[in-house]
């Protein structure tokens, strides 16, 4: 698919000195893992915490140590996260420790073998899932194949498009625009819109499998 990604859906992490620090760690085929799951955990608080701010908060007001009014924000929406094993399992810790009580659910999308096709082979979510807003943890989008199953799962469960975050760390131009283009009302963080993707469908420049290098399977 070609176009022109839609920056109102998709939402940069800001190219930052610090960030780019983290992705050169992460990128080197050299990196030992340790380094490379620390650099990752980074970059994964990054893209949760914007996601976050993405939901819906409400004005509220607190009295101060000094008896001040703070005129603040606070969440004014139920959330839970729903992470595309096995690569979303890595950004599970991160957002535990930032909503320690946050329900987390789980999609299993495989590729077949023969046809390519990414077919939905296992789902545990909440039981109020529709009622929620849904942060859809995934480091990697590539092609867009599994993002796109896994929101058709959401979306069959009562989920609103409009209450789906996908969080990821990165993109493929091909894989936001077969978002965007399916469902344009789905907004996504990442923290990198990579040039696009080989022949084996790994982003360029890219990081390799991610999931590998995470759970050292490689
Ligand atoms: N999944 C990965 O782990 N890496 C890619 O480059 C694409 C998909």
Do not use: W
Request: glycine letters at 8%; aromatic letters at 6%; a negative charge.
């Amino acid at each position: 698919m070609t176009g022109t990604v839609d920056t109102t859906t998709v939402h940069l992490l800001p190219q930052t000195n610090l960030l780019r620090a983290l992705h050169t760690v992460i990128r080197d085929r050299d990196a030992e893992r340790d380094a490379f799951v620390a650099h990752a955990a980074r970059i994964i608080r990054m893209v949760l915490e914007t996601g976050l701010d993405l939901l819906p908060f409400e004005e509220c007001e607190v009295s101060t140590p000094v008896g001040a009014t703070y005129f603040g924000q606070r969440p004014a929406a139920p959330v839970c996260a729903v992470s595309i094993a096995r690569a979303g399992e890595s950004m599970e810790s991160e957002l535990r420790t930032v909503l320690p009580g946050i329900r987390v659910g789980k999609i299993l999308i495989q590729r077949d073998t023969v046809t390519k096709r990414p077919n939905l082979y296992y789902t545990a979510l909440p039981m109020d899932i529709a009622r929620r807003h849904v942060l859809l943890l995934d480091p990697m989008l590539a092609t867009g194949g599994t993002a796109l199953a896994a929101i058709r799962a959401l979306l069959d469960k009562g989920v609103p498009e409009d209450h789906i975050v996908f969080v990821n760390l990165l993109s493929a131009p091909a894989g936001i625009l077969a978002v965007q283009y399916r469902h344009p009302q789905v907004r996504m963080v990442t923290s990198a819109i990579e040039e696009g993707l080989n022949d084996n469908a790994y982003m360029v420049p890219g990081i390799g499998d991610f999931g590998d290098r995470y759970f050292g399977t490689d």
